[in-house]
């Protein structure tokens, strides 16, 4: 508690900026959702929540049965059986545990009653419409930021054959094959009918790039995204550094999108968990640092998989305004976690970075997300509005609400189109 204000002051700040955090809209700047055209594309209801791979992760750690076995059983038959080993024979205490409860919660369910097949019947009874309306209203989340890979199969089809876009479902371009697998996806985009090589001559990044310009025209992304390794380098002897320097980067500037780079993660740790499987490691962020400081030109976002890391982000981020960090991603969007990252970010960067996204795979997620990650950024926000006030800057009911729309999406759009 601040010292040297009063009880009344310190009583009043807090309930207007809580009363702000809770009722500002937000910008959702990086999901795996999709705009309801793609059909069952967007997953929602008790058993995608419960097969979501955070809490398959957790749930195997309980399991005794083959990792085949699981993956055999029905979508139903697999939340069954994470319910009862998460929910019923150990309390759910995970934060992604408790993120079910508090969409049952907020959806008005009675989370207390244990029963799944009547959790169950409540969702196949929601009319999807009017669901998906009704998750955005209660997280407060205005505006949903799809990732759409033109590498995915159904996904890709589904733009091609057109539909009329839902306006609240806006795209970022990902190419993370591009980047980490170019052996395997060149028979795609040579198929696709780019004049691509395998070892760059010839046509091969104009192609690339031409591609990407395609795709750009296609879905209107946001900004170019990738998910990297911790090894990743930049600038590097290796195919991922050349498409950067001459594919990704002229694309980028090109078109005004800004790149996205999302650090740290090892995929594939235990590949029979599949999704549940990836895992993580400390990057060095020389690479990223290099990248802002060669290209000041382009644009960046990131966000860094390891706790170990943030403070670095912060600090590159003071010495590069072409980059903007974003998020607590992953195994860092805990409560603990998501904490120190914004007090330290406030304190390193001001309001000039993104605090969260909420990664959702699943629709009704955003409701948890979003309440969890509100409570901890008002409460960050509360000590550092209350330590302003010890100096006598008073802010005003103008200024809060500016703040958070700021970090609710605000500074990410200014960032973007700057
Ligand atoms: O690469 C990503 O965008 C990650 O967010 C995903 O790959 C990951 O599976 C996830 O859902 C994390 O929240
Ligand atoms: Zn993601």
Redesign the pocket.
Known sequence: MSPNISEAKREAITALVSRLVLKTEVYDI?T?LYDPAFGELLLYGIDDQLVY??LVAEAFRHFDIPYDDFWKLSKEDQAQMIWNALFIDNSPLSEACRGVLTVLNRLGLDANQRDLPSIRKWFNEQDPDEYITRCMDIAKVSKICM?NSPFDKLEASKWKSGFERDERFTSALRIDPLLLEWDTIIPQLIAEGYDVQPDFSGKTMEEVQRFLRDWANEINPLYAMV?LPPTFEYPANNQCSKLIDEAILPFCRGNGLAFAL?IG?KRGVNTAME?AG?GIGKPSLIGLENLCSDNPNNKFLCTVLSKESQHELCVIARKFRNLHVFGC??FT?IPSVIEEMTRMRLDLIGMSFTPQHS?A?VLDQIIYKWDHSREIINKVLVEKYLNLSVTGWEPSAEEIQRDVEGLFGENFNRFITR
């Open positions: 990086h795996h791979h955070y990732t998910s999302m993660v999704l990836d991603w992953w969007n990664d795979r």
